[in-house]
């Protein structure tokens, strides 16, 4: 048997809560129980089952359940348990809290309806997001995702892993920017000549461009294989070299025969199937990073 119990049945009072606690006081809780079960349970028909208010500054908690289940609301015909915060958008407060300790999850739902969602989140000002997550990853989607509105993406292209080859200088070699070509096993290696028809691509990740989205994503399918993203399509900061002829916006760029770099496809003939993007800044003369915009050809 319960040791208190409040029942409220007055229809004349459609929103009457069963319990409901003020508090005023430093680091005060304005109700608390304790159980082996249930800490608080509260049964809304139609309104609150359960509210608690605790207007102190310093900590204090509106309600404060301890138990398997620390507080449980059941609504009806409406909201289970109900959180709302009045502080400040520089307070970082939030309306309802959980967190996840000893490896539980921070907050959980489950749904059983049709077409209903566990947890959903929605910004009424549609100045923000419905739902942020931060962490890694920040978020985990088992099953089919479906977008109804614009997916938008901060990175500069979309980037497919590959195999590099297992020489451990090749590895090394492989780094963001640099002009990658297939090797007899179809792994990567930087180029060492030009017009290599073998062209990869650019690795991803160079300067202020990172990849947006990565396909192939996953492990070692090799012993002693390391993996990099390749940019296939967008934009893409890639080593090049103007020694002998200065790059141009608008140019195709080509592999050059010093190693890792692209250079300006000049022999439109030899440069069939070994173009891998177009300039998009320039390059007067020596090495250094041009912008290209990926395409192989």
């Known amino acids: 048997m319960p040791t208190f119990r409040n029942e409220v049945n007055d229809p004349a009072q459609p929103e009457e809560t069963a319990i409901e606690g003020v508090a005023h006081g430093v680091n005060s809780i304005a109700v608390f129980a304790k159980g082996e079960a249930v800490g608080l349970r509260g049964d809304g028909k139609s309104w609150?089952?359960?509210?608690?208010?605790?207007?102190?500054?310093?900590?204090?908690?509106g309600v404060n359940g301890t138990g398997n289940v620390g507080v449980q609301g059941v609504g009806q015909t409406w909201i289970g348990?109900?959180?709302?915060?009045?502080?400040?958008?520089?307070?970082?407060?939030?309306?309802?809290?959980?967190?996840?300790?000893?490896?539980?999850?921070?907050?959980?739902?489950?749904?059983?309806?049709?077409?209903?969602?566990?947890?959903?989140?929605?910004?009424?000002?549609?100045?923000?997001?419905?739902?942020?997550?931060?962490?890694?990853?920040?978020?985990?989607?088992?099953?089919?995702?479906?977008?109804?509105?614009?997916?938008?993406?901060?990175?500069?292209?979309?980037?497919?892993?590959f195999d590099v080859a297992r020489s451990p200088d090749t590895v090394d070699d492989v780094a963001p920017g640099t002009v990658v070509v297939l090797d007899d096993e179809g792994a990567l290696a930087p180029c060492t000549q030009g017009y290599?028809?073998?062209?990869?691509?650019?690795?991803?990740?160079?300067?202020?461009?990172?990849?947006?989205?990565?396909?192939?994503r996953h492990g070692d399918v090799r012993e002693g294989a390391q993996r990099r993203e390749i940019a296939v399509v967008g934009k893409v900061w890639c080593r090049s070299e103007a020694c002998d002829r200065p790059i141009r916006v608008g140019d195709l760029l080509t592999t050059s025969s010093t190693?890792?770099?692209?250079?300006?496809?000049?022999?439109?003939?030899?440069?069939?199937?070994?173009?891998?993007?177009?300039?998009?800044?320039?390059?007067d003369s020596g090495t250094g990073l041009v912008l290209a915009l990926v395409g192989l050809a």
């Open 48 to 61: 609150h089952g359960v509210t608690g208010i605790s207007t102190s500054t310093t900590g204090g908690a």
């Open 81 to 161: 348990v109900y959180g709302e915060t009045l502080a400040p958008s520089t307070a970082g407060a939030s309306g309802v809290l959980g967190e996840g300790k000893d490896g539980g999850d921070g907050v959980k739902g489950h749904a059983n309806g049709p077409g209903k969602a566990a947890v959903i989140g929605v910004h009424l000002s549609g100045k923000g997001p419905g739902v942020f997550g931060k962490g890694a990853p920040a978020g985990f989607f088992e099953g089919n995702v479906e977008v109804t509105g614009d997916l938008i993406l901060t990175g500069g292209d979309v980037a497919e892993q």
């Open 196 to 216: 290599d028809s073998c062209v990869a691509g650019v690795v991803s990740g160079a300067g202020d461009r990172v990849p947006a989205l990565v396909l192939d």
């Open 259 to 283: 190693p890792g770099h692209a250079m300006a496809a000049v022999d439109r003939d030899a440069a069939f199937g070994a173009v891998l993007g177009k300039a998009l800044t320039p390059l």
